[in-house]
């Protein structure tokens, strides 16, 4: 059973158990002296996001990593796949990203990686988990074998110049009036600037945080801000980036939301006319729709479904050589170039679909008609509601209605008390009614 990790990293609300200074220090601590292998001297990088918190955590983790004779090289607000990339980059041997990704500002994370820019297993992770609740201080070093720690220039500008050399040398994004959301997160800095850079007309929103608006009512998760921005300013399209910047959300021309199955869909006919595509598919999450795996059959393509979070997608891309993957909530995974999903990566990616058919984002973007799909989240105190003999039978009813025409998923989220309910189907009408139902269950028991 895990104690700290879930699907995620480690996340909870601020100065409050689990996310507190003193697990941050033990997670340096504990994640120090797994990952140090030999004599050479052993290097962390750490970014973080925009939130208030995050200098605690930062200051906490440098403790613990110096205090048993890591090297700490900080980065400052970095989205989380440039901390993966500079991780390799910078030849170091872990990389720590702080966020909560689009939770509000009151939570926060800790998201590690491995020397090659991936995150870490769940075996690691739990070996990781012994080492903090045991007592370390046999294994630290002499005070002439501490760590140092200091702060990294030109950071930002390596992360722009690697997002840039993900399209083709003479690829220019002129002529087209972009308008990006930032969510007030970690990439209000590097996302305007690499869409400049690329020739783009850009028109900033969420580039001003102050620790505590991070994903208010912006970014990825709240997109009718942006929706509207497009509409004033009659921009060909908006992206938004969330807090961290590893997924992203576009609205097209008429500010109609664009998510991340549609996204995929894109990528994966355009990579597919190419000959760019590793392998006869991509890989995505039991939540993306029914229409896209529709499509991508269509197209002689399959798809590959794991369970929900990222980094189960990576796993498997790895595992089977896929190059292409994500979740419909925006993460996208394109490994050619990253190891993690990577908002900005993505958006240039279809913004070069875009300049190479000459269409709107509207024609370019709009693959598949979704199936009727509804998700619905209920928040629980404690306990274990899923295993509640009244909401086993709740699910098994609801899956005998769908029967081979609809989907049903159910499961406890990996990072905030709530369990989600999702069904979809060709029926509209039932599909809300089993997923109302089976809320309502569950909803009385978790009371």
């Given at each position: 059973?895990?104690?700290?990790?879930?699907?995620?990293?480690?996340?909870?609300?601020a100065?409050?158990?689990?996310?507190?200074?003193?697990?941050?220090?033990?997670?340096?601590?504990?994640?120090?002296?797994?990952?140090?292998?030999?004599?050479?001297?052993?290097?962390?990088?750490?970014?973080?996001d925009?939130?208030?918190?995050?200098?605690?955590?930062?200051?906490?983790?440098?403790?613990?990593?110096?205090?048993?004779?890591?090297?700490?090289?900080?980065?400052?607000?970095?989205?989380?796949?440039?901390?993966?990339?500079?991780?390799?980059?910078?030849?170091?041997?872990?990389?720590?990203?702080?966020?909560?990704s689009?939770?509000?500002?009151?939570?926060?994370?800790?998201?590690?990686?491995g020397?090659?820019?991936?995150?870490?297993?769940?075996?690691?992770?739990?070996?990781?988990?012994?080492?903090?609740?045991?007592?370390?201080?046999?294994?630290?070093?002499?005070?002439s074998?501490?760590?140092?720690?200091?702060?990294?220039?030109?950071?930002?500008?390596?992360?722009?110049?690697?997002?840039?050399?993900?399209?083709?040398?003479?690829?220019?994004?002129?002529?087209?009036?972009?308008?990006?959301?930032?969510?007030n997160?970690?990439?209000?800095?590097?996302?305007?600037?690499?869409?400049?850079?690329?020739?783009?007309?850009?028109?900033?929103?969420?580039?001003?945080?102050?620790?505590?608006?991070?994903?208010?009512?912006?970014?990825?998760?709240?997109?009718?801000?942006?929706?509207?921005?497009?509409?004033?300013?009659?921009?060909?399209?908006?992206?938004?980036?969330?807090?961290?910047?590893?997924?992203?959300?576009?609205?097209?021309?008429?500010?109609?939301?664009?998510?991340?199955?549609?996204?995929?869909?894109?990528?994966?006919?355009?990579?597919?006319?190419?000959?760019?595509?590793?392998?006869?598919?991509?890989?995505?999450?039991?939540?993306?729709?029914?229409?896209?795996?529709?499509?991508?059959?269509?197209?002689?393509?399959?798809?590959?479904?794991?369970?929900?979070g990222?980094?189960?997608?990576?796993?498997?891309?790895?595992?089977?050589?896929?190059?292409?993957?994500?979740?419909?909530?925006?993460?996208?995974?394109?490994?050619?170039?990253?190891?993690?999903?990577?908002?900005?990566?993505?958006?240039?990616?279809v913004?070069?679909?875009?300049?190479?058919?000459?269409?709107?984002?509207?024609?370019?973007?709009?693959?598949?008609?979704?199936?009727?799909?509804?998700?619905k989240?209920?928040?629980?105190?404690?306990?274990?509601?899923?295993?509640?003999?009244?909401?086993?039978?709740?699910?098994?009813?609801?899956?005998?209605?769908?029967?081979?025409?609809?989907?049903?998923?159910?499961?406890?989220?990996?990072?905030?008390?709530?369990?989600?309910?999702?069904?979809?189907?060709?029926?509209?009408?039932?599909?809300?009614?089993?997923?109302?139902?089976?809320?309502?269950?569950?909803?009385?028991?978790?009371?």
């Open positions: 059973m895990r104690k700290y990790f879930g699907t995620d990293g480690i996340r909870g609300r100065n409050a158990a689990p996310m507190t200074a003193e697990m941050a220090l033990k997670v340096g601590m504990a994640a120090g002296l797994t990952f140090k292998n030999g004599g050479h001297r052993h290097r962390v990088v750490i970014g973080k925009t939130r208030l918190s995050g200098y605690m955590l930062e200051n906490a983790l440098v403790a613990g990593f110096t205090s048993v004779g890591i090297d700490v090289f900080l980065l400052g607000p970095m989205p989380t796949p440039a901390v993966a990339m500079l991780t390799r980059s910078l030849r170091c041997d872990l990389g720590v990203m702080i966020s909560a689009h939770n509000p500002f009151q939570d926060n994370g800790i998201k590690l990686f020397r090659d820019g991936f995150k870490l297993s769940d075996a690691i992770e739990l070996q990781i988990e012994s080492l903090m609740d045991q007592d370390l201080t046999s294994r630290f070093p002499g005070p074998d501490l760590g140092r720690a200091k702060r990294i220039d030109g950071a930002q500008q390596r992360y722009i110049e690697f997002a840039k050399r993900t399209l083709p040398r003479d690829m220019s994004l002129e002529g087209l009036r972009v308008v990006i959301d930032c969510a997160g970690a990439a209000y800095k590097v996302a305007p600037e690499a869409l400049w850079e690329l020739g783009a007309e850009v028109v900033p929103l969420g580039v001003a945080p102050d620790g505590f608006n991070i994903n208010k009512d912006c970014g990825s998760t709240s997109t009718d801000l942006l929706s509207r921005k497009v509409h004033e300013v009659r921009a060909d399209i908006g992206i938004a980036l969330d807090g961290d910047a590893d997924r992203v959300i576009l609205v097209d021309e008429n500010g109609t939301v664009i998510d991340g199955d549609q996204l995929m869909a894109v990528v994966a006919q355009s990579w597919q006319s190419s000959g760019r595509l590793s392998a006869p598919g991509i890989v995505a999450t039991v939540m993306s729709n029914l229409g896209l795996e529709r499509y991508l059959d269509g197209l002689g393509l399959g798809l590959a479904r794991t369970k929900v990222d980094r189960y997608v990576v796993e498997h891309m790895r595992e089977q050589g896929y190059n292409v993957g994500g979740e419909q909530s925006g993460h996208i995974v394109l490994s050619d170039f990253a190891t993690t999903g990577d908002g900005l990566i993505a958006a240039l990616q913004l070069a679909c875009v300049k190479d058919q000459d269409r709107p984002v509207s024609e370019v973007c709009k693959r598949f008609e979704p199936v009727p799909q509804i998700l989240n209920v928040r629980y105190e404690g306990g274990r509601p899923l295993d509640e003999e009244a909401v086993k039978s709740a699910i098994h009813d609801g899956e005998s209605r769908l029967g081979n025409h609809g989907r049903l998923v159910i499961r406890a989220s990996g990072t905030e008390p709530v369990i989600r309910v999702m069904a979809e189907g060709d029926d509209a009408d039932l599909v809300n009614q089993v997923v109302n139902d089976i809320v309502d269950v569950v909803a009385r028991t978790a009371a």
